[in-house]
């Protein structure tokens, strides 16, 4: 395998996946709708362009996750516009929604590897919403070192084996860890570049 | 003010050092036989913290209360007098005094409050046991590892009983394996002796040997463990 070829199948096996889960699409939606009212097109525009680089959401998936949220309460029509095409519903966050993506926001990610983009995408709508993304990044790291202290405990009282699986685990939430610190110390720059 | 139960409480402390504030409002308590991580970016107060609370250094404001009693309200002299009989102290690099021998060194502590030699060694043995490193008695600093250097330190820390134990960055000087052992022998030591442990770390896999931790960011703790 080439080396083009290594990187293709890496981007697209391990990082593509994470990008953005398919669970928080919703609650992403629900963020950029808090600046105000859109259309479907613009939503899946500006999450392309913010958190969709490598895996642009398709129309369906849009107006799929619309319908739902409309359902559960959580956004309404706005206006519905056609000017000489068709229907265009504008959508706007109630203040359910608004609800719950705080909910969203403050509750931190189960520590498992790879959720750095999910996190990532969180401390952007924390952001660009005026929320705290430092304290957000204080939570989660909170919940990656009480995983890591039960982990240390199980190793305490392991066999080895028992003690090189909870390692593993141990090494990527450090990493995770390391992440989160690197991101608390770049907020500032990053508000910078994030904002609209 | 004081968390109930506590042994050792700060509220509201409050340092500078000309314009620059170290410390900027931070409170910390832990209780007896409780292990508790003090973490922080670079510069973000945490070593100013446990300097205070162990009576190294004064700070402008706020109050520290060891076992009901006001730190700022006690002399030089008392504090001092405090630290030798209820402190022990580990630092990055161990800090052992080189022309002594492991086992004088570890007796040190008890010397200095006035045990007599053959007691304080015998003590000091026993401690070397238990942190792996009776073999190393009549060694000097110089002649030991860095791993084994940190763990006669940690038995030197232990040796007079203290009822607290200030640990700077223990293992910022060690490897992975010989760090994680130090934390394992000087946490399992601390919680069987119920002597409660203030860790500064910025190392997590270090600080995942705590109960609890708390977080210095621009001179202030926070305590996230009950936020959640």
């Known amino acids: ?196 | 003010m004081i968390p109930e139960g506590s042994l050792l409480a700060a509220h509201d402390l409050r340092k500078t050092y000309g314009s620059t504030p170290a410390l900027d409002g931070a409170s910390f308590s832990v209780h007896p036989g409780e292990v508790v991580a003090v973490m922080g970016p670079s510069g973000s107060g945490k070593s100013t913290l446990l300097h205070c609370l162990a009576g190294i250094i004064t700070p402008d404001s706020g109050t520290i209360t060891y076992a009901g009693r006001e730190l700022s309200a006690m002399s030089d002299a008392e504090r001092s007098a405090l630290r030798r009989s209820d402190f022990g102290f580990v630092f990055q690099f161990g800090q052992l005094v080189p022309e002594l021998t492991c086992v004088e060194n570890v007796a040190l502590p008890l010397r200095l409050n006035g045990v007599k030699r053959k007691a304080a060694e015998r003590t000091a043995r026993e401690w070397m046991e238990r942190l792996e490193v009776d073999d190393l008695g009549s060694q000097r600093p110089g002649e030991v590892s860095g791993g084994q250097g940190q763990r006669v330190a940690v038995a030197r820390a232990l040796a007079a009983s203290p009822k607290v134990i200030f640990a700077d960055e223990p293992t910022g000087a060690l490897d992975s394996l010989n760090g994680e052992r130090v934390m394992e022998l000087l946490t399992e030591a601390a919680r069987s002796a119920n002597v409660a442990v203030v860790l500064v770390t910025h190392e997590a896999r270090v600080a995942a040997y705590s109960d609890r931790d708390v977080t210095v960011r621009d001179g202030r703790a926070r305590d996230l463990e009950h936020a959640v």
Not at chain 1, 2 to 30: E, F, N, Q
Not at chain 1, 133 to 149: K, V
């Open chain 1, 1 to 196: 395998m080439g080396r083009g070829r290594l990187s293709d199948a890496y981007t697209s096996g391990v990082y593509t996946p994470c990008t953005v889960l398919v669970m928080s699409i919703g609650h992403t939606l629900l963020g950029l709708l808090e600046s105000g009212p859109r259309h479907g097109y613009d939503l899946k525009r500006t999450f392309d362009e913010k958190f969709g680089q490598d895996r642009p959401l398709h129309y369906g998936q849009v107006y799929s996750t619309m319908s739902r949220l409309l359902k559960n309460g959580l956004v309404e029509v706005d206006g519905v516009e056609s000017e000489g095409g068709p229907e265009r519903k504008r959508y706007a966050i109630t203040d359910a929604g608004i609800t719950d993506v705080s909910q969203w926001l403050a509750q931190p990610e189960k520590p498992e590897p790879y959720l750095q983009s999910t996190l990532y995408t969180k401390v952007v709508l924390a952001l660009l919403t005026d929320r705290s993304a430092a304290d957000l990044l204080d939570t989660q790291r909170s919940a990656h070192l009480r995983m890591m202290r039960i982990l240390t405990d199980r190793k305490r009282q392991g066999d080895l084996a028992d003690q090189l699986i909870c390692d593993h685990a141990l090494f990527h939430l450090e990493a995770d860890l390391r992440w989160l610190e690197l991101t608390a110390a770049r907020l500032d720059q990053l508000a910078k570049v994030v904002a609209p």
